[in-house]
């Protein structure tokens, strides 16, 4: 045996070839972490990027579904209002031509982009046929006060000889009917194709960012990993005191647990930063799972989400509407409950897709379902007749090889309940009649 190794190894030179080999790990480490951060901005970037431009396409469908709403209550009430709030939007706001310049701006969104301007393409023609209502309601009513352009649009001889009466019928039938609709569903279409495609792009930025985050990770980690192990080393060396507590925390980390705060002062210091960054992120973990406020069948809001809107509910402008599925036991034991489940999963698509997108869908039971209209409080009657006819409609189609059924609907308008509380019992006394007047039909509560 040398001389050497019978004196052992130089703690000096292990001691000094460990803060080398620390010191390349370092830099290696840190230049990961700049480039990670690199990626992450990124990675941000293009989520940034996607929702700007899914808010593009909302916004075109939201400026479209303006016009439906503002001309629907033109013709059915006749209030000039509407027809101003019409052409405002139409030709002052102009959101839907903002939605389509703003995507037009990214790079890469072309086959995006198609979809939108024919989504716009559908809706600027629907317009044709708006038009044509308002001009059968200005003859009805008389008025001569109106935008130029409806001027130029001209009755069908059939048309212009109806009464002022027929004339609003016809109007109202003209963007209350299937056709109108159907036409509306259309445009849906090509939007959510176009958010598809926004989407579809979206993952592959993001895909690209993360294999190039995955390897900065992998480098980042091995050199960590192994500067880690030459600081246990070093402190083994001079204490003993510090590497059990170390290992205990290594342990606890990987179960997804707090540290103990036991060992050295500063473990103790380190111990107790790290719970607060652990309990602080368990607490937004928690507030931002999906799960915890929507229903895992239907993806509608579950009771609890359901408590927090009821608790902040604008009863002045709003409208709560209490659906329950005739005979659903029946579904269960004739068709199993699997069928039932699609049938629940078939309610909740139909209500999303006639309801606006601000409205809230929330399952509070087995087959019975909430949903609140808010910013509702100008709305008229009959527009929500035709929803609520059109839901009954829809329900009834066996063309996706589900039985045909039916719903029971209470309403209620908020600003005839004193708190919310009382908005339920109405509910109740609403749904109440539509059951005992023979299932499959709706019950607006009354005051009288």
């Excluded at 002052?92 to 393409?121: F, I, W």
């Excluded at 229903?295 to 209490?322: K, P």
Aim: charged share 30%; net charge negative.
């Amino acid at each position: 045996m040398t001389k050497k190794l019978k004196n052992g190894i130089s703690h000096r030179k292990v001691h000094l070839w460990m803060v080398i080999i620390i010191v390349i790990f370092s830099g290696t480490a840190v230049f990961s972490t700049f480039r990670l951060t690199g990626t992450f901005m990124s990675i941000i970037r293009a989520s940034g990027q996607n929702s700007e431009l899914q808010k593009a396409a909302y916004e075109l469908m939201n400026a479209s579904d303006y016009l439906t709403e503002q001309v629907q209550r033109f013709t059915l009430n006749g209030d000039e209002h509407f027809l101003k709030q019409y052409f405002t939007e139409a030709f002052e706001s102009k959101r839907r031509e903002e939605a389509l310049a703003r995507m037009d701006e990214v790079n890469g969104t072309d086959t995006a982009l198609e979809h939108l301007k024919k989504a716009m393409a559908a809706s600027v023609k629907l317009m044709d046929q708006e038009y044509y209502a308002m001009r059968l309601v200005i003859d009805a009513k008389g008025y001569t006060d109106y935008p130029e352009v409806l001027k130029e649009v001209e009755l069908s001889e059939e048309d212009a000889a109806l009464t002022p009466e027929e004339k609003i019928r016809r109007a109202t039938e003209l963007v209350l009917n299937d056709d109108y609709y159907e036409q509306k569903d259309r445009i849906r279409k090509d939007m959510q194709e176009s958010l598809d495609e926004v989407d579809k792009l979206a993952k592959e930025t993001e895909e690209a960012a993360l294999d190039s985050l995955t390897r900065d990770v992998s480098v980042a980690s091995v050199a960590i990993l192994i500067q880690a192990l030459l600081v246990f080393f070093m402190i083994w060396l001079t204490s003993r005191l510090v590497i059990y507590p170390v290992l205990n925390a290594v342990d606890r980390i990987r179960d997804d647990c707090p540290i103990p705060e036991a060992g050295s002062n500063e473990f103790r210091y380190l111990a107790s930063a790290y719970n607060k960054m652990y309990k602080k992120n368990k607490s937004s973990i928690e507030q931002l799972n999906f799960k915890a406020s929507h229903d895992e069948l239907t993806g509608a809001y579950n009771r609890a989400g359901y408590d927090f809107l009821f608790s902040n509910l604008d009863l002045e402008n709003s409208y709560m509407m209490l659906f329950d599925v005739d005979n659903f036991k029946n579904i269960n034991d004739t068709y199993g409950h699997e069928t039932g489940d699609r049938v629940l999963v078939k309610l909740v698509d139909v209500l999303k897709s006639v309801f606006r997108d601000d409205d809230c869908i929330c399952r509070i039971g087995g087959d019975e379902f909430i949903v609140f209209m808010v910013h509702s409080g100008g709305m008229h009657r009959k527009q929500i007749e035709a929803k609520l006819e059109q839901i009954n409609s829809e329900l009834e189609n066996t063309d996706d090889g589900l039985p045909p059924v039916s719903i029971s609907i209470g309403v209620v308008n908020g600003k005839y309940a004193k708190d919310t509380s009382n908005l339920f019992e109405k509910i109740d006394i609403a749904m109440y009649e539509s059951k005992k007047n023979g299932k499959h039909t709706y019950t607006f509560y009354s005051e009288d």
